[in-house]
């Protein structure tokens, strides 16, 4: 029997923030793009023998940018979740596991930080 993904209703009323280290840009069509730029001394390397670049850009999805363009340091995930709802409909199910999953994503690259 699959077991049913609960999610932690303190986790929704977590006001996420985007992270002052991280830059981006809304481009015309209102897609997002995160510049990621690759420090530290393994992506140094990387850069000098693989020719990796310096900066990774990031190309958020419909959905994804119009989340990140509700991410102000202000609003709740639940809060998000209605916004996102009234906007893709049934588009979005399941709605809260999914925002949830996504927000922690951001965080875990240091993308966001959570209040």
Known sequence: MKKKQTINENY?????AISEKLTYK??????????QENTGVMNRIAQKIFRKPKVSYIHLDELGSFIWKLIDGET????????????????????????????SILESYGFVILK
């Open 26 to 35: 809304v481009n015309d069509d209102g897609i997002v793009t995160l510049a």
């Open 12 to 16: 929704l009323e977590k006001i996420p």
């Open 76 to 103: 709740a995930i639940l809060d998000m979740g209605d916004a996102v709802k009234e906007h893709f409909g049934e588009k979005a199910e399941p709605l809260y596991p999914r925002l949830a999953k996504y927000i």
